[in-house]
């Protein structure tokens, strides 16, 4: 599990000017493991909706001001 998290960072870092820019995404609800490790990242949920894969919350992450 450990790693699976590593891989997830490595992916917040890849993103352009992370963590100084704003980002959303949509994470499926069902994706408990992904919902908390966007949360636990700075990712605030900021709606939700409904795709062809199911319930989805949105997630927005806000740089520090």
């Known amino acids: 599990l450990e790693n699976y998290f590593r ?8 993103l352009p000017d992370w963590p100084h820019q704003k ?3 949509k994470c499926l609800v069902q ?3 992904a919902k908390a490790f ?18 989805y919350d949105e997630m927005s992450f806000f740089p520090a001001g």
């Open 38 to 55: 966007y949360l636990a990242n700075g990712f605030v949920v900021t709606g939700n909706g409904k795709s062809a894969e199911g319930m």
């Open 7 to 14: 891989d997830w960072v490595t992916l917040l870092r890849a």
């Open 31 to 33: 994706n408990t493991r």
């Open 23 to 25: 980002y959303r995404l």
